[in-house]
Every structure is written in C-alpha cells, then in structure tokens.
C-alpha cells in the first residue's frame, strides 16, 4: 500500500508556525523513516535470496555490487539519526546508486532470480521514493525514472539483442502513480485534522484570553479596592484626624497600581509573607497574634493573593470589629497551606453584605478564586469573624462550617480532556485517510496490473472461469466496503467477517487454478492482490496480528500448492521467497506503519499541538494583559493619580476641603466601577446605587427615584451617564435627589445637589475613568446659588439596536 511517506522536510527539526501543522509534520517524519527502514529490509532480504539463486562463479562479482548498495542504505539510515548532517545531494545520490547498482546486478546473477529480485528492490525503492522525498516531488520522481532506467539497462545487458521488457516499467509507472496519490490523500486529511484543530484549538484560546483578562481584571479591581479606593475614601470623610500615615500609603498605592497583575512567577515562602501584614498605624492599628509553621513555600500567585486577601481582612478588623487584636495561623495542609485570620469583634451576617461591597466578595473570595484555591468568611453577629484560606496543589479542601459563611467552589480542570478530544480527533482522521488509500490502491491495482494479467493468461488457468469469478468476487468485495466507507460509516463485524472469508477463498481459488511453476509469478495476479483487499478491510479496526495471520494463512495456502507438486528447488524457493517479501511483506509493513499512524503519531501530533497552542495562548495573554495594564493605567492617570502623588509627596494636604471634595469623587468613580461587573438585571441602578452609598457614608442623606420601565443600555453609555452624577454627588455636602427617567426611546439620569461645591475648574467634569467613547450622551448642567442640578441623557439611535422598552 502506498501511503505517504516524506523525505524532504528534515528531521527531528521544530518547524516553524506557520509551517506544515503537528499532523502533517508528524506524518511527514514517521513515513519517510518507514520508507528508509523498509528499502533497506528489501534491500538486503531479496539480495540475499538473489546471491543464493546465483550460479557459484557468479557470487563474487554479485556481492561487489549488492554490498555498496546495501552501504549506501546504512548510511541512509544513519542520516535519520543525524539530521541535516548529510546534504541532500549526498542523500540523493545515495539511493540513485542503490537502484543503479541492484540494476546492474542483474545481468551478474542472471536467471529468472535475477528478473524477480531487480524488479523486487527497484519496484519497492520507487515507491518508498515518494515518501522519502515527498516535499520534493521532482526529486522523488527523478529517482523513480532512474531505476526504471536501471532495471532496463539490467534487462538489456542480460538478454544482448533484446529490448527492454516494457511490462515491469509500465508496472512502476503504476505504482509511483498510486504510491503518490495515496500520499496526497492521507497528507490532505493530515491536514484537515490539523486545519480544524487550529480552529478548536483557537476557540479554546480565546476562551482561556478571555478567563485570563478577567481574572487580572478582577484582581486589579480588588487592588484599587484595597489600595486607592480606601485611601481617598478615608481621606474625603474628614480632616479632624492623624494624616501621617498617608504619604507612605499614598505612595505604596500608586507602586501597587503600576505594577502588573498576573505575571508573579517562581515561589514564595508563605510564612515569610504572612510576617509582613501591615498592622495599620495609630487608632487604627491592629495587633496580630502569629502562630505560623513556616516554611510554606507555595507558588508566588497563590502566595500573593493570600497576603492581599490577610491585608484587606486586618483593615475591615479595623474598620468594623470594634477590637484591635486579632490572631493569625498559618499552617501545612497536605500538598498546600491553609491561613486563617479571626477576632473575636462584633461580627456579622456574611448573606447581608450586599454585592456592592467587595472587601469580602473580590479582595478575599474572588482573588482567591482567581489563583486556584478557596477562600471562607464565617461569622455571626456577637460572636468574631474567622477567615480561611486553603490553598492545594491539586485536591482543595472544602470549606468549614460552623456558622453562616460565603464560599467560592473551585472549577474543574478540562485540559486533559481536551487534549484527549484532540487525540481521538487526529486519530479518527488519520484512520480515515488512511482507509481511503487503501481503498485506492485496492481498485487501482485490481484494475490496472491485475486485470492485464487476468486477460492475458487465460489460456493458462484451470479452469479460467473459477479465476473471473475470482476476480469478479473481490471486486464485490471492494465495492461493499468502499460503499461504507464514503457513506462514513464502519463495516460490520459481520460483513467484514464474511468479506475476509471470501477473499481468503479468492487466494485459494488462485492457488489451485494456476499450475504450480506459474505461482507468485507473472500469471498470478491474485497473490499480490488479496493482501490489500484484507487489509482494507481490517483497517478500521486494525490488529496486526489479525492482518499478519491473514497473510501467513495467504501464503501458507500457495505453500501447500506448490509442496503439493514435489518440493521446489533452492533458485525456485528463493525466486518464491522475493516474491513473498516485495508483496506480502510490503503489506504487512504498511499494517505496521498504520498502527503506528494511529497510535504514536497521534498522540504526538495531540501533544505536540497542545504545546504548540500553549505557547501561543501564553504570548496572547502576555500581550492583552500588557495592553490591558496600559489602558488602566492611562485610565487612572486623568484623575486618581494626580491625586496620590500630591498626597503621597505633600503637595496636596487632607486638610484642604477641596482635596477631600476630589478624593470623595474619585472614590465615588471607582464604586461605580466595581459595580460595573455585577450581574444583575438593571446594571443602570445598580452603578447609581453604589455611588448613592458612598456619598450617604460621607454624611450625604441622598434620594433616588426611577420612572418608567428599565431597559438595556451598553456599558459605554452607563459610564457617561453615570459620571457627571457621581461627580454632583462627590462634591455634595447636605442633600441630594437622584431621578432616572425610563422612555421608549431615551433614558435620563438627573441629580440635584444642595451645597454643592463648585468643580467645573478642577478636571472633574471629564468622561468617567478618562475613556474616550462614541457614546453621544448630553449633559446639560445649571448652578443656583448653592444648589447644582445636572441630567445625563442618552437617545436610542434606530440604527443601535438598543431597545429601551
């Protein structure tokens, strides 16, 4: 059978991206060894049997010159070993000289031996040519024409005053022909497979970006959470306080906001982390309790969002416990660790705490979530808080009870199945091209080599009818299979049990129709034929043993046909023996190398896509997560990092009513921001909701009304409708009114503030968190006395497709 192999890509060299594919490239290295292995074997087994069927005198001058050939293939093996370390030329000449010398052969050992095996070798070469130097056709196809060239000069130099026999060279015509399409064919479903696994492959990639963003985009939120939002938060609620903590905090702030967020590689001593928890500074200072069994080493991203998560836990003790005194532990768990921070303050209910605050929600639970491990909040009210966080390599613990509590459920793992899917895929592929070519080369044999010999030795069969039917039943045969075949479906046991019992019959048929001086011989079409008929039928399901006794029985049956006669003689046991190699010893190798398609190549060409796909999925979430940092972080450069930078360095002071005003509007921004990703089903109110929070905790008693029927709006809109709002409410010192209007075809967001500062010359009026949108929104904005009045409004364009109602 003659399924591609290839020779010209060179071997055991990582290929680029964008060239052939896993499948393709796999299939290119595994045939051409294949093709290599296998001439050599010929090479050397049908020589052998050519020097034994040679007269005594002739086998010195036979051996000079099958001996350099059989060099030549060792060293061709050798080049398999050693990659580019021969160049082509060389090999080239290499196997030319192969064909050439058994060529020349054959007028040396003369006979009918001498036809059998030239014809044998060169025969098998020029197929496994096509394989070997498939990426270069006209390579393969030079060195096929020139051992035909070969075995015609042996032809002519051993019967002087002849020409060469055409039969043989029309014969490896043919099988270059079929040896190369069969490749073609296999190589296209190769490529198929790999064409719709880059496809699966790049869904699953944009999923994984996709989760990857998320996940940094949440932990850059719980960030500004613990970091910028709490500092400006505390800072727009009052001046009669302690401000010495604040320029180093301002300054820590702004080097956590540039830093990116999901690159921490290597790992980390958790114990020593863990000794590093700020305690806070004056009133609001918390005393830890350690009792920590250290070392904890664990990966860094792990490690990172236990520390965080312990930091955000030891400042809501100070905000909320009513105590100063907590206790840390941290200890070994398994493959992990687990940490657990608890007081014994006021507490609270955890299944109260609305989404909208995301001390508990995104700097604990979520981070957590995000690195791989699990997080858990048990309190009561009177009776403490205890926070836990596990964290294990592979198993995670579940959480603990004993109280009401909010936990994360970790996400299983799928990259084994995919990889798994990914194999079956490639293999079911690689199955089918390869039943395909074994398909092909069934009909085009039987009807190109074996219908000639079929018609032509008529007069030779006894009786010649049983060898029609023979023949008229294997094309049955061939045509139930294809017909399952193309339909894509299997043949059944059944079927394919009674089709193999047919064939073998054919082999019988051909055996003890034919005398016995003409077996394996020109007349017997059948015994290079039936092989590939069983062997299509076995390929769907293939076991080499099962094809390997077909075949012994085959040849077994020829065996007892010719034993039948009287024994045959040395040259005629040889002649027989070629015969057997380059047929049924080709086929059999060709079974060999299909289970080696389906069950090595495979799963290589799976993993090899899987690391291949790794790496791309790596370098795209390095560049979204870079890119995505920047944005941020030219984002916060309009507003919140002005502001750290004059408080951490003393430009700007606390004291200054004005600086409080802008840092309570920035918090009030980033309140609607966190909001933003909370999924409810009137995102609208719920971003003005937790801007309304944050001006209440400010002393601001605010009123918020809503009209009509909500509707959907894009997340660009509700960020330009919402801005001028929070900035009215940030820099709102008494009371304030909130309306939304829901109509059909617009939505309006108004906020009334009285005593309201003035903050038209302050920056603060620009779009929110400094995005530069199509949004088209109108504000329109009127000052009396005191009092500020500001509506946001936005129309449904008919071309949006936005509807309100």
């Known amino acids: 059978m003659w399924l591609g192999g290839h020779g010209g890509k060179k071997r055991g060299v990582a290929l680029p991206l964008d060239g052939p594919k896993s499948s393709e490239r796999l299939l290119i290295l595994t045939l051409e060894r294949y093709g290599v292995w296998f001439r ?26 099958l001996v350099p050939a059989l060099l030549a293939c060792g060293v061709r093996l050798y080049s398999l070993r050693r990659p580019r370390l021969l160049p082509l030329a060389l090999l080239w000449t290499l196997d ?47 060195l096929a024409a020139l051992g035909a060239a070969g075995c015609a000069m042996g032809d002519v130099l051993s019967s002087p005053g002849h020409g060469p026999d055409v039969v043989p060279l029309v014969r490896m015509l043919i099988q270059v022909v079929l040896s190369r399409a069969a490749y073609l064919v296999v190589r296209a479903l190769a490529r198929a497979a790999d064409r719709s696994a880059a496809v699966r492959a790049a869904v699953r990639r944009e999923v994984e970006v996709a989760a990857a963003r998320r996940a940094t985009e949440r932990e850059y939120l719980a960030t500004l959470h613990d970091t910028a939002s709490a500092t400006l938060l505390m800072v727009s609620q009052g001046d009669g306080r302690d401000w010495s903590w604040l320029p180093p905090r301002a300054r820590q702030d702004l080097e956590a906001l540039s830093a990116v967020p999901g690159f921490e590689t290597g790992s980390v001593d958790l114990a020593a982390l863990l000794s590093c928890v700020p305690e806070g500074e004056g009133p609001a200072r918390v005393r830890l309790k350690t009792h920590i069994d250290g070392p904890l080493a664990i990966p860094s991203g ?147 080599i074996s219908l000639r010999q079929l018609t032509t030795y008529q007069g030779v069969y006894r009786p010649a009818w049983a060898q029609t039917a023979a023949f008229v039943c294997l094309t049955a045969v061939v045509a139930i299979g294809g017909a399952y075949l193309l339909r894509g479906r299997r043949i059944p046991p059944r079927v394919r049990g009674w089709s193999l019992g047919w064939v073998l019959a054919v082999s019988a048929v051909g055996a003890f129709t034919l005398p016995p001086e003409r077996l394996t011989g020109e007349a017997d079409w059948a015994f290079a034929t039936v092989g590939w008929h069983a062997l299509f039928l076995l390929a769907a399901d293939l076991r ?65 896509a899987a690391r291949e796909e790794e790496l791309r999925t790596r370098e795209r979430i390095h560049e979204d997560m870079q890119r995505d940092h920047k944005e941020r972080y030219r984002a916060l450069t309009a507003t919140t990092v002005p502001l750290l930078v004059g408080l951490g360095h003393g430009v700007l002071s606390p004291h200054d009513e ?92 108004s906020v009334v503030g009285v005593d ?36 946001a409004s936005w129309s449904r364009s008919a071309a949006s497709g936005v509807d309100l109602t």
């Open 40 to 65: 050599s074997t010929v090479v050397c087994l049908c020589g052998a049997l050519g020097v034994v069927s040679a007269d005594a005198a002739d086998v010195p001058l036979a051996m000079s010159l």
């Open 96 to 142: 030319a000289a192969v064909v050439v010398l058994t060529g020349l052969s054959q007028p040396v050992i003369g006979g009918d031996g001498a036809d059998v095996m030239v014809e044998a070798i060169v025969g098998i070469s020029v197929i496994t040519f096509q394989y070997e130097w498939a990426t270069r056709p006209v390579a393969g196809v030079a």
């Open 302 to 448: 792990p490690g990172l969002a236990i520390f965080n998560g312990v930091r955000e836990a030891v400042t809501n003790v100070a905000r909320h416990a009513g105590v100063r005194e907590a206790e840390l532990r941290a200890w070994p768990e398994g493959d992990g660790a687990v940490v657990e921070l608890s007081d014994v303050g006021r507490g609270f209910d955890p299944e109260s705490v609305p989404a909208r605050r995301r001390g508990i929600s995104g700097s604990i639970i979520g981070r957590m979530h995000a690195a791989g491990g699990s997080a858990t909040v048990t309190s009561h009210p009177g009776t403490g808080t205890r926070v836990q966080w596990r964290w294990h390599d592979r198993a995670r613990a579940p959480g603990t009870g004993g109280g009401a509590h909010v936990t994360d459920v970790p996400r299983p793992s799928r990259v084994q199945a995919q990889h798994t899917a990914v194999v079956r895929f490639i293999r079911g592929q690689l199955r089918y091209g390869a039943q395909l070519a074994v398909l092909l080369v069934s009909l085009g044999w039987q009807f190109t």
């Open 544 to 608: 080499v043993r099962m094809f390997a006794a077909f075949l012994g029985a085959h040849v077994g049956i020829n065996a007892i046909a010719v034993l039948l006669s009287g024994a045959p003689t040395a040259a005629e046991s040889a002649t027989m023996g070629i015969s057997a190699i380059s047929n049924c010893g080709f086929q059999l190798s060709v079974a060999v190398l299909m289970a080696r398609l389906l069950h090595g190549t495979a799963p290589a060409a799976g993993t090899a």
């Open 658 to 749: 004005e600086v409080r005003l802008r840092c309570g509007v920035e918090a009030t921004r980033m309140r609607r921001l966190f909001a933003e990703g909370d999924t409810v089903t009137d995102p609208l109110l719920n971003e003005l909701r937790a801007c309304v929070e944050v001006a209440e905790q400010q002393g601001v008693t605010v009123s918020l009304a809503v009209r009509g029927r909500p509707g959907e709006v894009p997340v660009e809109v509700r960020r330009e409708l919402i801005d001028p709002v929070a900035v009215t409410l940030g820099r709102t010192r008494s009371t304030a009114r909130v309306t939304v209007v829901w109509t059909p075809r617009a939505v309006r967001v």
């Open 756 to 791: 309201c500062a003035d903050g038209r010359h302050t920056g603060e009026a620009a779009p929110s968190r400094g995005r530069v949108t199509d949004a088209k929104v109108s504000v329109a904005r009127t000052t009396r006395g005191g009092s500020v009045w500001v509506e």
